[in-house]
């Protein structure tokens, strides 16, 4: 055999060779459709959010209509239920059913915008801390420690009492409660990052420091920044409807899933469902969540990089 045959034989099983090997998109979407807790998470928070989108359409009342004489009504599976009125009313004859679909757009607004402005923030950070070193990091060290030593709780209620309970003040504070939780995560797999071979190379070309840090050390990060998010995104929710059933956060009559259940626990030995269906959906929202960010981890993680 000639070494021109050779050569062509061997191209013909290199070129075999490479069409059996997956891209790497196609590697995810196999993931994808495999993982069982991605797909019943991103549904559920799919299904989420087209309600809290399309709420205004599909809502069968005005959430804010009062009507008095149909006051505490049962939903279809109590003994006097009508399909009229599914989840049954309030004390003051709201639609329940509407309301706790506008009230989804309350929680995943500022759970969304809350994880992405501490995720951004945080993320710069810890990021810089890591990658920078020496008195950067000691500076950035202190103030995490500062930020870590204050009680989440009590510093929310005590800003929400100062600034308010509008959406953009909750937004706002609880960025500031969550930006922490970032910084410290990403500044350890900053140093442990940038040691490795492709940041040494990254600096022999004259790359400058920002171009190392958003286009090597960023993508090497984004996969515990996005299990943070999602974790955070589900506090912040819990956060918020703690605070609306407190009296500090949403003000009535603005629906919200803490206020409902705020509102429903003076008849919740005569009429459960005031809290139990907006309970459901605080709960059902926070599992979903945190099973899809971890079925992102899992589907989006890198193999063979650190």
């Not at 997956?22 to 928070?45: D, Q, T, W, Y």
């Not at 922490?180 to 350890?188: L, M």
């Not at 919740?268 to 899809?292: E, Q, R, S, T």
Request: aromatic content about 10%; overall charge neutral; glycine content about 10%.
């Amino acid at each position: 055999m000639s070494n021109a045959s050779q050569q062509n034989d061997a191209l013909e099983q290199v070129d075999e060779f490479e069409v059996a090997v997956p891209s790497p998109p196609e590697l995810m979407k196999r993931r994808a459709k495999s993982h069982v807790g991605f797909i019943l998470g991103g549904s559920v928070v799919l299904f989420a959010l087209l309600v809290a989108i399309f709420a205004p359409l599909i809502a069968p009342f005005d959430p804010y209509d009062q009507d008095l004489t149909r006051r505490l009504v049962d939903p279809i599976w109590g003994p006097k239920g009508t399909w009229e009125h599914p989840f049954g009313t309030d004390a003051l004859g709201r639609d329940y059913l509407s309301r706790i679909m506008f009230g989804s757009q309350v929680s995943l607004m500022i759970g969304f915008f809350a994880a992405t402005i501490s995720a951004i923030v945080g993320s710069c950070i810890g990021m810089m801390g890591g990658y920078f070193g020496g008195k950067v990091d000691n500076v950035i060290m202190y103030l995490i420690n500062v930020k870590l030593a204050l009680p989440g709780l009590l510093v929310a209620l005590s800003l929400v009492s100062v600034f308010g309970g509008s959406i953009l003040a909750l937004i706002l504070i609880l960025s500031f409660l969550f930006w922490d939780r970032y910084a410290v995560v990403t500044r350890s797999v900053t140093q442990q990052i940038r040691v490795n071979d492709y940041i040494t190379a990254a600096q022999a070309l004259g790359a400058t420091r920002r171009r190392i840090i958003l286009g090597e050390v960023l993508p090497n990060v984004m996969n515990q920044i996005i299990v943070i998010a999602s974790l955070e995104m589900a506090v912040a929710i819990i956060v918020e409807a703690a605070l609306s059933f407190l009296g500090l956060g949403i003000q009535p009559p603005t629906p919200s899933w803490g206020l409902l259940v705020s509102e429903g626990r003076s008849f919740m030995f005569f009429k459960p469902y005031l809290i139990v269906l907006p309970g459901a959906a605080i709960f059902f929202l926070v599992i979903a969540i945190n099973m899809m960010g971890d079925g992102i981890r899992d589907i989006t993680a890198p193999e063979g990089r650190n």
